[in-house]
T-cell receptor, first 115, second 109 residues
């Protein structure tokens, strides 16, 4: 079955440590996204990538970094510069720019807790 | 001004009633519009999408779009307790998706 796999489901880290969240998709989608969700809030865009080897900052990119070396993979690194990293992180994908009416498909999310 | 605005609720309706959820967006160039349902602790799941003015029906759900007023709504007919969730409105603008903060719906048995 096609889908988006995020791992791990839960992640615990100490303050000051970098951590990388995995996102893999087998939907053959060109575009991939990372969102952050805080309790009781909507989704805020961190980074997105329309094509391999290219990505753009979203609205809250500070303290995060990404790479897009393969079409299937879009890992997110939460660096020690991110002031409030504890949140629910969602990876999503869509077919790409010419399919602008296509929805986002979401992974199951990673809940990151930093203490 | 936020790109997408929703009333956070909670919106409480009795079982069997119609639930009406609303959303406004700021960018007139937005191309397509989506409603997602999110249960607590889970990822969003797609309910409906619409990109032309008017109504679109799918089972108990109807999405309505008015581009002149920059307004999108979702009607849920015959609401069930299992419909209790947060409903997120999303707007696609050149493949960049913006989300509202969501409306929490409670359907009382």
């Amino acid at each position: 079955d096609g889908g988006i796999t995020q791992s791990p489901k839960y992640l615990f880290r100490k303050e000051g440590q970098n951590v990388t969240l995995s996102c893999e998709q087998n939907l053959n989608h060109d575009a991939m996204y990372w969102y952050r969700q805080d309790p009781g809030q909507g989704l805020r865009l961190i980074y997105y990538s329309q094509i391999v080897n290219d990505f753009q900052k979203g609205d809250i990119a500070e303290g995060y970094s990404v790479s897009r070396e393969k079409k299937e993979s879009f890992p997110l690194t939460v660096t020690s510069a991110q002031k409030n990293p504890t949140a629910f992180y969602l990876c999503a994908s869509s077919p790409g720019q010419i399919y602008y009416n296509s929805p986002l498909h979401f992974g199951n999310g990673t809940r990151l807790t930093v203490t | 001004q936020k790109e997408v605005e929703q009333n956070s609720g909670p919106l409480s309706v009795p079982e069997g009633a119609i639930a009406s959820l609303n959303c406004t967006y700021s960018d007139r160039g937005s191309q397509s519009f989506f409603w997602y349902r999110q249960y607590s602790g889970k990822s969003p799941e797609l309910i409906m999408f619409i990109y032309s003015n008017g109504d679109k029906e799918d089972g108990r759900f109807t999405a309505q779009l008015n581009k002149a007023s920059q307004y999108v709504s979702l009607l849920i007919r015959d609401s069930q307790p299992s419909d209790s969730a947060t409903y997120l409105c999303a707007v696609n603008n050149f493949n960049k998706f913006y989300f509202g903060s969501g409306t929490k719906l409670n359907v009382k048995p």
